[in-house]
Structures are given as C-alpha cells and as structure tokens.
C-alpha cells in the first residue's frame, strides 16, 4: 500500500510541476534608451590609488545642457549646445549606434567620412548612465543623468 501511495505523489508531482504557457511574455527592459544629460566628467588619478576624480561637466548656463538623445531604434543625437550671440546654436551630431555586451558604438559622417566611437558603459541604471571612453591613452568618464 506504501508502494502505491508513493508512486501516486511521485506521478502527481511530475503531473502538477510541468509549465504551462499563461500568456505572459517577459521581455528585457530598455534601461539606455531616452535623453541622458551630462552631469559629471572624470579622469583616473593614480595617486596613491586608482580613483576616478569626477568634476561637474561645464555646460553654458544660458544654454540647454548638453545630452545624448538615444532612440529605441538604434539612432541617436549629441546635443552640444554653444552661445552664439544673445542665442545658443546646437552643434548636433547625428547617427545609429549599436550595443555589442557593455560597448556602445556610435557611427556617424565628419567630414564625408564615417566615425566610429565606442564608449564602455560602466554602470545602467535607469536614472544613470556611467560611460567612459579612451583616446590617445586617456581614459575620461562621463556621468549622465536621464531626463
């Protein structure tokens, strides 16, 4: 009778615990895209450890600050507003970008030719957004807040 009985929870468990499709379908959230505002710039000082030494990114208070705008569908704008005159001008550079693991790589035309920058993203939230990027040896990192 114990042999019975047992065999039966046994049955039951593998009858009860299979899955079964209740129509959710779960999906990743988009964390990057939207409008990232730089907030703070820094560089690694190496004295007496390794420290990323942030300073408040300088942004022209008469102007719009400047800001990434990245689209869900993989286009993007840099927004870097200048004065000029009594006005601010935005020195807008527009493109596509891709994610390949933590490196967005934004593609773009300077000049008749195609640029690549790739910058590595170092902390995702969705109010924050840690890049850093490396040219001629220095390593500079960006803080962005959405907005």
Same mark, same amino acid.
């Given at each position: 009778?114990?042999?019975?009985?047992?065999?039966?929870?046994?049955?039951?468990?593998?009858?009860?615990?299979? $899955?079964?499709?209740?129509?959710?379908?779960?999906?990743?959230?988009?964390?990057?895209?939207?409008?990232?505002?730089?907030?703070?710039?820094?560089?690694?000082?190496?004295?007496?450890?390794?420290?990323?030494?942030?300073?408040?990114?300088?942004?022209? +208070?008469?102007?719009?600050?400047? @800001?990434?705008?990245?689209?869900?569908?993989?286009?993007?704008?840099?927004?870097?507003? $200048?004065?000029?005159?009594?006005?601010?001008?935005? @020195? +807008?550079?527009?493109?596509? &970008?891709?994610?390949?693991?933590?490196?967005?790589?934004?593609? *773009?035309? $300077?000049?008749?030719?195609?640029?690549?920058?790739?910058?590595?993203?170092? +902390?995702?939230? *969705?109010? =924050?957004?840690?890049? +850093?990027?490396? $040219?001629?040896?220095?390593?500079?990192? &960006?803080?962005?807040?959405? =907005?």
């Amino acid at each position: 009778m114990k042999k019975i009985i047992l065999s039966l929870v046994i049955l039951s468990l593998f009858t009860f615990s299979c $899955e079964r499709d209740d129509g959710i379908t779960y999906t990743t959230p988009d964390y990057i895209s939207g409008k990232w505002v730089f907030d703070k710039v820094g560089t690694i000082n190496p004295q007496p450890v390794y420290t990323v030494i942030y300073q408040n990114y300088q942004n022209d +208070a008469s102007c719009i600050k400047d @800001n990434f705008l990245l689209n869900a569908d993989g286009t993007f704008s840099i927004n870097d507003y $200048e004065p000029s005159g009594t006005t601010c001008v935005n @020195n +807008a550079t527009t493109g596509s &970008y891709t994610i390949v693991n933590k490196d967005v790589t934004f593609s *773009y035309t $300077e000049n008749n030719l195609v640029v690549l920058k790739t910058y590595t993203i170092i +902390a995702l939230s *969705y109010t =924050e957004l840690t890049i +850093a990027s490396d $040219e001629n040896g220095v390593t500079t990192f &960006y803080k962005l807040i959405r =907005e």
